[in-house]
């Protein structure tokens, strides 16, 4: 919240560097006494290697995490990489919100592919390059705004992801830098393939 709370604790899930001042600012008004948490993802980190030069990764170290109690990151890989840039983060993984077990696939093949509105990172265009290069193949892609169908591609609006999971024989993600993100986990315990 940018306004004064008194909540007891803050925790931050993805920390982007680009938007950095808006997120500093979510812990700004907390009291003192208020654990600052921020769990670093698969874009953050990227975003931290290729979109910052030195002096701007020192500032962020020096002015902002400094104020953070606990950094976190959902794999081993970030942990290193955020380590390599000065950054001191702890592996913990992210809880599931939802018990999964495996469901029946559907009558068709089907690739689920997760996309995003605002985030380029999941490669849509070469997935949907992909898509139409196999026109017997059924796709869903998921997690952006997007809503019809084209060909052999559906997209498929905000939905709950046991829904998604249960359309789908398999998770394809191709994303450009990634942590240990729900979505696989979601299609595995449900059962599917992931690639």
């Known amino acids: ?3 004064g709370h008194d909540y007891k604790m803050l925790y931050v899930m993805g920390f982007y560097p680009t938007t ?3 997120h500093a600012q979510i812990f700004a008004n907390a009291p003192k006494d208020c654990l600052k948490v921020i769990q670093w993802i698969g874009t953050d980190v990227y975003q931290l290697r290729t979109q910052f030069n030195w002096e701007n990764i020192k500032y962020i170290r020096e002015k902002v995490l400094k104020h953070i109690d606990f950094q976190l990151c959902n794999s081993e890989s970030l942990e290193r990489e955020l380590g390599e840039l000065g950054i001191k983060a702890h592996t913990v993984y992210m809880p599931l919100l939802e018990d999964f077990k495996p469901m029946p696939y559907p009558n068709k093949f089907t690739v689920g592919v ?3 509105d605002s985030n380029p990172m999941h490669n849509e265009g070469f997935m949907v390059e992909i898509a139409k290069a196999m ?3 059924d796709f869903k ?3 952006g705004s997007k809503k019809g169908t084209e060909d052999n591609v559906e997209y498929i609006p ?3 992801i046991k829904d ?3 359309k789908c024989t398999v998770n394809v993600r191709m994303s450009v ?3 240990y993100p729900h979505t696989p986990i979601h299609f595995i315990l449900g059962g599917r393939g992931v690639v």
Do not use: E, K, T
């Open 20 to 22: 950095i001042n808006d």
């Open 1 to 3: 919240s940018q306004f």
């Open 114 to 116: 997760y996309y995003s």
């Open 177 to 179: 830098h990634d942590g």
């Open 135 to 137: 026109p017997d193949i």
């Open 158 to 160: 905000r939905a709950a």
């Open 164 to 166: 998604i999971v249960a």
């Open 141 to 143: 892609f998921f997690g």
